[in-house]
């Protein structure tokens, strides 16, 4: 099944790489320069937590990758592409170019392809696994707690299905653009 609502849609664009790989960065280079609209799912997520249940820290990171594993068996894991990425388009009918910034499961990948067909391109972003330590435990928290979460496992395979793989060791956010925007033009 491909996209048919009558929106302009034009691209979408998975990301997918492990924590601290530069999804963050691509994605507001991208905002930026090329006018996509971020959809996150955390924000569908969070919609589904009551307040006063939602943790902190890494402990709010588990409590949102739980929700979403029980979501991916509850819905087949068409819950990111159905009432996040549909809505969030149909939601906005004007924009062209979407960007969903954290896909992390192979079974999502394959989903959203199914739906939109021709205008999904995948882009996975690596780092060393040395950078990938040193920026996540910039942020205080326990890397290698985190590293062995199956989210994080799962995204790190997502590396074989990808359209593009870049490397964020060295390369700045913004010069990695130009190569993602060349995906649509063959």
């Known amino acids: ?5 009558n929106m302009p849609l034009e691209k979408l664009l998975l990301l ?14 991208l905002i930026k ?7 996150a799912s955390s924000g569908y997520l969070f919609s589904l937590i009551p307040p006063d ?15 979403g594993d029980r979501l991916d068996n509850e819905t087949g894991y068409r819950w990111v592409v159905d009432p996040v990425a ?16 954290a896909v992390r499961k192979k079974r999502q990948v394959e989903l959203f392809r ?3 067909g021709t205008l999904v391109r995948h882009v996975h972003l690596t780092a060393s696994e040395e950078v990938l330590r040193s920026r996540y435990v910039k942020k205080g928290s326990d890397y290698e707690t985190v ?6 496992v799962n995204a790190r395979s997502l590396q074989d299905l990808a359209d593009l793989v870049l490397d964020t060791s060295a390369a700045k956010a913004e010069l990695l653009i130009p ?7 063959s």
């Open 86 to 101: 549909i809505r969030a388009i149909e939601g906005s009918p004007d924009t062209k170019n979407w960007l969903v910034d």
């Open 53 to 67: 249940e939602l943790k902190e820290g890494d402990e709010r990171r588990r409590q949102l990758q739980e929700l």
């Open 114 to 116: 199914e739906r939109f």
């Open 16 to 29: 997918s790489g492990a924590i601290g790989s530069g999804k963050t960065e691509v994605s507001t280079e």
């Open 33 to 39: 320069k090329l006018e996509f609209v971020k959809i």
């Open 179 to 185: 190569q993602i925007w060349t995906l649509w033009e």
């Open 147 to 152: 590293i062995v979460h199956p989210n994080e």
């Open 1 to 5: 099944m491909h996209y048919g609502g």
